[in-house]
């Protein structure tokens, strides 16, 4: 029985998400910008994701291994030859949506995470005491000597 769990899971652990570089890279031996760099990821290279780690992503490219910040990859399969120009303008024409969707926010965190995230009342209660009264902020912008200028607010 334990042979028939191996077997039905192994494909778990082969998994990669294809992505594509979206500009020119380094490849780093670890998840740090001052990490040593294993290779140079050209524009358009196609590499396959096996790990996510904050902002960092591990990927296989042309027999090197390594990791790039996730913001220079565009995931999932690069687009068929006549998905470009035209077809997108009817795309969005149609249902409004260019088919690119924008998820920076939450990348980093599988689904699975996402889904048994719990909340911290704790780390809550921690944010919360570093409020400040509307009183203590006027007090502190009058002793720094700051002023209050008019933004406007973005559209």
């Known amino acids: 029985?334990?042979?028939?769990?191996?077997?039905?899971?192994?494909?778990?652990?082969?998994?990669?998400?294809?992505?594509?570089?979206i500009r020119a890279t380094e490849l780093k031996k670890e998840p740090a910008t001052?990490?040593?760099?294993v290779s140079e990821?050209?524009?358009?290279t196609s590499v396959e994701v096996v790990e996510r780690r904050g902002g960092w992503s591990r990927v296989k490219?042309?027999?090197?291994?390594?990791?790039?910040?996730?913001?220079a990859l565009r995931y999932g399969t690069p687009g068929r030859q006549g998905e470009s120009g035209l077809s997108q303008i009817f795309s969005v024409a149609r249902t409004g949506?260019?088919?690119?969707?924008?998820?920076?926010?939450?990348?980093?965190?599988?689904a699975e995470q996402i889904v048994n995230a719990q909340p911290n009342a704790a780390e809550l209660q921690k944010m919360q005491s570093y409020a400040t009264t509307p009183d203590a902020a006027a007090a502190f912008a009058s002793q720094a000597k700051l002023k209050a200028v008019p933004v406007e607010e973005p559209q």
């Open 1 to 21: 029985m334990k042979a028939i769990w191996i077997l039905l899971l192994l494909p778990l652990l082969a998994w990669a998400e294809p992505a594509t570089v």
């Open 34 to 37: 001052d990490a040593a760099t």
């Open 41 to 44: 990821l050209q524009e358009n």
């Open 61 to 71: 490219a042309a027999g090197a291994e390594g990791w790039v910040k996730m913001l």
């Open 97 to 110: 949506a260019s088919g690119t969707q924008v998820t920076t926010g939450v990348r980093g965190l599988d």
